[in-house]
């Protein structure tokens, strides 16, 4: 467990000036999680504010069914916690989805230093209102009348635009995307999202390789998920 990490290096703490930074990096210290690990759990108290240096993770909640249904996937630099008050317990829950490691400052002090410097509330405020904004395209994009693989095709093509690499053979998602993964992205049984897939891949949009998806053609896949053409 490392301790007393510089984290002006985060672009969250840009704007911030360099004794918050400072106050916040000595308490601070960077915990090791393994794929499939907890960060946080719904419905009990969040004691830290935690940022992603390494790997990815996942917000989801669970359904009255008792699926999953994942939220946001969140990568390098980002803010994990729903809940930043800490008013109320979280609501979702945070998982790390490959090995990562994960800034963790205690939440009393990070809201005292929100008090004494506005530059860091305006940062909080940026990053949820980023994550609200993620929402509206999410429920945008997930209207009944807009059938499932377009559904899929956004999912994707908002995957392939925060985490892709580009390949011969069009923009890899670097993230390892099972069928139980993207059933709970669209909040669907499996053999739905399966069925979703092998009709992306018939059209050409998609190519998959285990666990791994290429968007052959970006253009055309953002062209598919706006009206279905």
């Known amino acids: ?5 510089p984290i002006s290096q985060i672009p969250f703490f840009d704007s911030v000036s360099q004794d918050t930074c400072s ?5 601070s210290r960077i915990s090791g999680y393994d794929r499939g690990k907890m960060i946080y759990r719904a419905k009990e108290p969040v004691k830290k504010i935690c940022f992603q240096l390494q790997g990815k993770s996942i917000l989801y909640n669970v359904t009255h069914s008792g699926s999953r249904k994942i939220i946001f996937v969140l990568g390098q630099g980002e803010l ?12 979702l829950f945070c998982e790390a989805i490959e090995k990562s490691r994960i800034l963790e400052i ?9 008090e004494k410097d506005f530059s860091l509330t305006k940062a909080v405020i940026a990053a949820q209102e980023k994550k609200i904004w993620r929402m509206g395209h999410q429920l945008k994009n997930t209207r009944g009348n807009i059938y499932l ?3 899929l095709a956004a999912k994707l093509w908002k995957l392939a635009r925060d985490f892709g690499r580009k390949t011969e053979e069009g923009i890899e998602i670097d993230l390892n995307l099972s069928i139980t993964f993207l059933a709970d992205l669209l909040g669907v ?12 891949a018939a059209l050409q949009l998609i190519t998959m390789r285990q666990k791994r998806i290429i968007i052959t053609d970006p253009d055309r896949m953002s062209q598919f998920y706006k009206s279905g053409s």
């Open 23 to 27: 106050r916040l990096a000595a308490a």
């Open 189 to 200: 049984p499996r053999e739905t999202a399966s069925r979703a897939c092998k009709s992306l």
């Open 1 to 5: 467990m490392e301790k007393n990490i």
């Open 106 to 114: 205690p939440s009393g002090l990070f809201l005292r230093e929100m």
């Open 149 to 151: 693989e377009r559904k």
């Open 80 to 91: 994990l916690n729903d809940h930043v008050l800490n008013i109320h317990e979280s609501s």
